[in-house]
């Protein structure tokens, strides 16, 4: 299935650019994930947690930034992830443009993403999937326009993604506890994979 999702930042091009490629500092950015190992200059292990309901669950995956295109200012990832108690996977293959937009970047993201296994059956309802994938890079904008924040002055980000969700904190204890419903477990175990899953 396909996913298409964009968000906001107020930087320029260069500066977006640049941040996001550093994956250990936009790693605390993403909820529920954490970076585990840098594996190559532009491969990353780590986790991604989720409560789905009731149910728990851990991924521990692989991404590697595949394509990066400077001049276009676009990348490419390949992600890939497991759940710990064999319930299922993901893979995704993400495209990253930046644009930009008065002044300000927006960054589109194309996702092609495979369920399979149990949490396949998330697959079968692609408008929450879209709901949630919305959610996350929601949260994600937010905590990314603050880390901006230290390298140009912050200014308000502007989520296209069709939800609306409260600030989350800054605090990176909070980031990397939180749990996200539903198939934010796959988006975020895809951005999540661009700073590393496991």
């Known amino acids: 299935m396909q996913l298409n999702n964009s968000f906001t930042v107020s930087a320029t091009p260069e500066v977006a650019w640049n941040v996001l490629l550093d994956v250990p500092r936009i790693a605390p950015c993403m909820p529920g994930a954490e970076l585990t190992e840098v594996v190559g200059e532009n491969t990353y292990k780590g986790n991604a947690k989720l409560r789905v309901g009731p149910v ?92 901006i924040g230290t390298d140009a002055a912050p200014a308000e980000v502007s989520n296209e993604a069709s939800l609306d969700v409260a600030p989350r904190q800054a605090d990176q204890a909070t980031l990397s506890d939180n749990s996200i419903s539903g198939i934010s477990l796959f988006f975020r175990a895809i951005w999540a994979m661009i700073r590393g899953k496991r």
């Open 56 to 147: 728990n669950l851990t991924f521990s995956g692989e991404a590697e930034i595949t394509e990066m295109d400077e001049a276009s200012r676009t990348a490419t990832v390949h992600a890939k992830g497991n759940d710990t108690k064999g319930r299922g996977a993901a893979e995704a293959d993400v495209v990253f443009e930046l644009v930009e937009d008065g002044g300000q970047t927006r960054v589109d993201i194309t996702t092609e993403l495979n369920l399979t296994g149990t949490v396949a059956q998330y697959g079968r309802a692609s408008g929450l999937i879209d709901a949630i994938a919305g959610q996350i890079i929601s949260d994600f904008a937010k905590n990314l326009e603050a880390e």
